[in-house]
């Protein structure tokens, strides 16, 4: 089992109180797994990937253990968790088109970056230029500011730098979102052959788009308000969800070949809550259309088929 994670609990400190924004998470990652995380925006997902690598104020770590490959990660603590950064776990980040030092030529920022985790330039230098001509990057690319490549290029430059020691997760943040379609297509494919070329052993993919996870992802988490609501294989959660929230959720997705004059797209009720003074109970009960009294309590995140968990009392 590549990650671990019990009960992990992280708020965010702000002059009203603490924002409750990830609770009692408790999850697994199998080797070889591409995991999609999926929610409404402000449901957990950034900072559930986030507080795996760089878990920093306003952020606040409350409780939890992470492990990966049955090692500890020492997340709450910013020094210790430096040994395992890039090399053990990496992160693609949501504005990854940004991530680059604009005052630096490409090759010169890399061979900084490799330099900070005692690894030499030049002993890299092939496997690098193999993974550049593996994205269709230039090696040109190395004597250029991030400002003379395009948006496409800047990502795809981030995902070989994120990935170039070869750590056991990837979490990768958002990385479509400010992209055009071809080129979406075109990075989740590179996502899928760095997991079988063994760049990478597992993923963690964050995103809001579920058309990405259907074609990438070998299972699909879903976040709601800071906790979890259903873990299952992509296409369980596609074609066959048990939570409510996942139903409405997938239900309100549009469909190939269907017409708006004859189907009307269906939001979803209500507003989330706010996580400064959450509901008591199932977080989603005040919009959920099956709810009853036993939802004044918090469901437990548990498995009702293999390998199929559901956070809703009417499952149990």
């Known amino acids: 089992m590549t990650l671990q ?20 998470t408790t999850f697994q990652v199998a080797d070889h797994e591409i995991m999609g995380l999926a929610g409404e925006s402000g449901c957990g ?12 104020p306003p952020m606040k770590y409350i409780k939890g253990h992470v492990a990966l490959d049955e090692q500890e990660l020492p997340i709450h ?3 210790r968790m430096n040994p395992f950064r890039f090399k053990e776990i990496s992160l693609i980040p949501q504005y990854a088109m940004n991530a680059m030092n604009p005052t630096r030529k490409i090759g010169k920022m890399t061979a900084e970056l490799l330099g900070s985790r005692g690894v030499n330039f030049d002993a890299i230098r092939t496997e690098l230029m193999r993974r550049l001509d593996l994205v269709n990057l230039p090696d040109s690319v190395l004597d250029m500011y991030p400002i003379e490549l395009s948006g496409g290029m800047k990502q795809r430059m981030v995902m070989v730098l994120s990935t170039l020691l070869n750590p056991s997760l990837l979490i ?5 979102s400010a992209l055009d379609v071809s080129t ?13 070329r063994e760049f990478v052993n597992s993923m963690i993919v964050v ?11 070998d299972s699909i988490m879903i976040m709601y308000a800071g906790q979890l609501a259903e873990k299952a294989s992509t296409d369980v959660i596609i074609h066959s969800p048990r939570h409510p929230y996942t139903k409405l959720l997938i239900s309100s997705l549009p469909e190939v070949g269907v017409r708006y004059t004859e189907t009307k797209l269906q939001g979803i009720p209500g507003k989330t809550p706010l996580l400064l003074d959450p509901p008591v109970g199932c977080r989603f009960r005040d919009r959920c259309p099956i709810s009853f009294e036993k939802c004044m309590e918090v469901p437990p995140f548990m498995e009702v088929e293999q390998d199929h968990y559901v956070a809703c009392w009417r499952e149990f």
Do not use: W
């Open 5 to 24: 994670i019990e009960n992990l609990t992280v708020y965010y400190r702000t002059l009203r109180g603490d924002v409750r924004a990830l609770e009692d």
């Open 45 to 56: 997902k950034t900072t559930l990937g986030h507080s795996l690598i760089i878990l920093k």
């Open 77 to 79: 603590d910013m020094k």
């Open 172 to 176: 990768a943040d958002e990385i479509t």
């Open 184 to 196: 979406q297509k075109a990075v989740a494919e590179m996502l899928v052959e760095f997991r079988n």
């Open 207 to 217: 995103t809001h788009d579920m058309s990405i996870l259907y074609q990438i992802a």
